[in-house]
């Protein structure tokens, strides 16, 4: 067995319940503009927990395209695996890591796929390259070489390359509305400040735990 012995001492001077919004969306808000004013690379990257249907947990990075009381966007292939495993069990799990800062942030919800016009309004605004990506078929799927995967983007890029870009039909929007929220922020020797926001009968309730 390989021991890992890493000593960090976290010097950011914690959390008081004091300090934190009473709506955990505002709260995000703004740790997530600190985040951004902070320069941390892909703030809004976060990762995505689902569970397939034979019980096996899976955990992605996606990002977070937007957000507002309703909840947490970001768009996926249908053809994907988190897809399926959002299809068969809503029940999913968000996590920012923040580390630079001595934050994070975890959420636990329920996904839904939105409207296609949802993503439809957010395609008219995605790069070209990123958008071509999406008609790279069969995304997960097993590959022998990475050539491969470039030599079909290349055939995407010239099939449409005097053509708009098409809707993709199969490139989806989910939300996932948060059920529990929990604010981390690191402590001087480890003791570490956790607040979790949590939805009991429409009305948030905060409560601090244990680190």
Same mark, same amino acid.
């Given at each position: 067995?390989?021991?890992? =012995?890493?000593?960090?001492?976290?010097?950011?001077r914690?959390?008081?319940?004091?300090d934190?919004?009473?709506?955990p969306m505002?709260?995000?808000?703004?740790?997530?503009?600190?985040?951004?004013?902070?320069?941390?690379?892909?703030?809004?990257?976060?990762?995505?927990?689902?569970?397939?249907?034979?019980?096996?947990?899976s955990? =992605?990075?996606?990002?977070?395209?937007?957000?507002?009381?309703? &909840?947490?966007?970001?768009f996926?292939s249908?053809? !994907?695996?988190?897809?399926?495993?959002m299809m068969?069990?809503?029940?999913?799990?968000?996590?920012?890591?923040?580390?630079?800062?001595?934050? /994070?942030?975890?959420? /636990? &919800? =329920?996904v839904?796929?939105l409207?296609?016009?949802?993503?439809?309004?957010h395609?008219l605004?995605?790069?070209?390259?990123?958008?071509?990506?999406?008609?790279?078929?069969n995304?997960?799927q097993?590959?022998?070489?990475?050539?491969?995967?470039?030599?079909?983007?290349?055939?995407?890029k010239?099939?449409?390359?005097h053509?708009?870009?098409?809707f993709?039909?199969?490139?989806h929007a989910?939300?996932?509305?948060?059920?529990?929220?929990?604010?981390?922020? &690191?402590?001087?020797? =480890?003791?570490h400040?956790?607040?979790e926001?949590r939805?009991?009968?429409?009305n948030?309730?905060?409560?601090?735990? !244990?680190?």
């Amino acid at each position: 067995m390989h021991s890992i =012995r890493v000593k960090h001492d976290y010097i950011e001077r914690g959390l008081e319940c004091k300090d934190l919004d009473t709506d955990p969306m505002n709260q995000f808000e703004l740790w997530l503009k600190q985040a951004i004013e902070a320069k941390l690379l892909e703030p809004n990257a976060m990762s995505l927990a689902t569970v397939s249907h034979s019980g096996m947990p899976s955990i =992605r990075t996606v990002l977070l395209k937007s957000y507002d009381n309703d &909840g947490f966007l970001f768009f996926s292939s249908a053809k !994907s695996k988190k897809t399926e495993d959002m299809m068969h069990n809503p029940n999913v799990a968000l996590h920012f890591a923040w580390l630079e800062m001595e934050r /994070q942030i975890k959420i /636990q &919800g =329920r996904v839904q796929q939105l409207s296609t016009l949802t993503l439809f309004k957010h395609l008219l605004t995605r790069p070209k390259g990123t958008t071509l990506k999406t008609w790279i078929p069969n995304q997960s799927q097993t590959v022998s070489y990475r050539s491969l995967y470039e030599t079909q983007f290349d055939a995407m890029k010239q099939k449409f390359l005097h053509n708009k870009i098409p809707f993709p039909n199969f490139w989806h929007a989910y939300r996932v509305t948060p059920l529990v929220i929990e604010f981390w922020q &690191g402590g001087k020797d =480890r003791l570490h400040d956790r607040f979790e926001y949590r939805l009991v009968e429409g009305n948030w309730r905060i409560e601090k735990l !244990s680190s």
